[in-house]
């Protein structure tokens, strides 16, 4: 599974990074496209949490005790 890229993400995050000042302007389209990227973030991280429980269980090994007398 191939990390899809969030350049919206990306960019608010450079901005604060870089940020000289104590505020950081941000407008409106871009942060509808922010919160787009961070709704896929979110679904990407349940896609790898999902992925990761599957392999998990599928990794259990069962194993059979037998009680029988000595």
């Known amino acids: ?3 899809p890229k969030f350049p919206n993400l990306d960019k608010l995050v ?15 389209d871009d942060c509808r496209g922010i919160a787009n990227d961070y709704t ?3 679904e990407y991280i349940t896609e790898l ?3 990761i429980i599957q392999l998990k269980q ?8 037998d009680n029988g007398e000595f």
């Open 49 to 51: 949490q999902d992925t």
């Open 14 to 28: 450079h901005g604060c990074i870089n940020l000289r000042k104590e505020n950081l302007m941000v407008k409106a």
């Open 1 to 3: 599974m191939a990390r």
């Open 58 to 65: 599928e990794d259990v090994i069962t194993v059979e005790l």
């Open 40 to 42: 896929r973030l979110l």
